[in-house]
């Protein structure tokens, strides 16, 4: 496999990174071993930046080293899609909140706070819903009043559990334009404010994120989300944090202004978060990833990381998964993967090392 620029990009902006924490610390791709067995929620408790990752509720339930991972390395948590409203609400009136309940129980027990995921999104929403609109049997005042039920209901029945919300979800096309959703074309751009005033009516105590995915850096994108939010904020709409995705690819190398886009929201008076970070690698059977790759991923994760403890505003760091072994990488990015922490044997990867060391190098930075 032929050294991509981007690849290497992502080498060198590493190694830069690295030295924002400590002057000649290692480069971000090597694989030290100065955090010993420490977990990361420990050497993450004190920066005040939570460690999180995003949970799969049916290995959490079959899978005992599975579970023993995120019990021990992890203290907050996100639903992949338990919390997602095609699990709630299958039926129409007929919510099911069975395994979010048991994702709960679970951070209860091990003391770990639970990041709500997702309120309003213009995918996996439930078929009665999208048809009852595509009929006409939905029209757009039921439309706005069902909206607003639904984010009463599912707040209401997780008030007090639940440490911040992705309120909107994926509301941007990437050059900055609202994405030609259900949302959009049925209620029009309102839709966003209303959706954090409703919010925070059900739960005043939770933090209102808006999340959104090629976000990291400043951008057509992360401009416009900027705009808005400003907007908003002036007139009084609680939004309360920027939450961005953080799926990064080795093949396309690295934001080069993370720190100081969420600066500017932070100015905006927003926490911030990093909420469902993973590198994907390009590779395949015959040809497979390279250690400059290798090396990239671990920056990847690294300068994602770094940036969120630099940014005092940034509360906390959630990657989307932890183990290749149920990646959802493979199945929407063809011919790439190896995204995780861990290898599908829950062996721990360099990006793991790196970033263990990075927690540590932190220490005493910032408490929240």
């Known amino acids: 496999m032929s050294l991509r620029r ?24 090597a694989a030290t071993s ?49 919390m997602k409203w095609e699990v709630v609400e299958p039926e129409r009136g007929k919510l099911d909140f069975t395994e979010a309940d048991k994702l709960v129980a679970f951070a209860k027990a091990h003391k770990q706070k639970v990041r709500g995921h997702t309120l309003v999104w213009h995918s996996q929403l439930p078929a009665w819903l999208t048809s009852g609109v595509e009929d006409g049997s939905i029209d757009k005042k039921q439309l706005r009043s069902i909206l607003k039920q639904h984010i009463a209901t ?22 900055g334009t609202l994405r030609d959703s259900l949302w959009l074309r049925e209620l029009g751009p309102e839709y966003i404010a209303d959706a954090f005033r409703w919010a925070h009516k059900a739960d005043p105590k939770a933090i209102l994120f808006y999340n959104d995915y090629n976000t990291e850096g400043i951008g057509p994108k992360s401009d416009a989300v900027y705009k808005l939010v400003k907007e908003l904020r002036s007139e009084g709409v609680p939004i309360q944090g920027y939450g961005v995705q953080g799926h990064l690819s080795t093949e396309y190398g690295l934001p080069t202004d993370m ?22 690698i390009t590779f395949s059977a015959s040809d497979p990833a390279t250690p400059a790759e290798v090396q990239a991923q671990s920056n990847g994760y690294s300068y994602m990381l770094q940036s969120c403890l630099l940014e005092r505003s940034c509360i906390s760091f959630t990657v989307w998964g932890f183990t290749d072994k149920y990646s959802w990488i493979p199945q929407v990015f063809p011919g ?12 721990p990867k360099a990006a793991y090392e790196t970033v263990q060391r990075d927690l540590r190098l932190a220490k005493g930075i910032k408490k929240h």
């Open 6 to 29: 981007t690849c290497l990009s992502l080498v060198t902006a590493g190694a830069v990174a690295s030295a924002l924490l400590a002057g000649g610390a290692p480069a971000a791709g």
């Open 34 to 82: 100065d955090a010993g067995s420490k977990s990361l929620k420990a050497l993450a408790k004190p920066t005040g930046v939570r460690v999180g990752t995003a949970v799969d509720t049916a290995a959490l339930a079959d899978d005992a080293t599975y579970a023993g991972a995120v019990s021990a390395q992890f203290n907050s948590v996100t639903p992949e899609n338990v």
């Open 154 to 175: 599912e707040m209401g029945h997780f008030k007090g559990d639940i440490w911040a919300w992705d309120v909107v979800n994926e509301a941007f096309n990437d050059d």
């Open 259 to 280: 720190q100081a886009n969420l600066h500017r929201f932070a100015k905006l008076g927003l926490k911030t978060a990093v909420t469902e970070a993973d590198v994907r």
């Open 336 to 347: 790439e993967g190896q995204a995780n922490l861990y290898d599908e044997d829950y062996q």
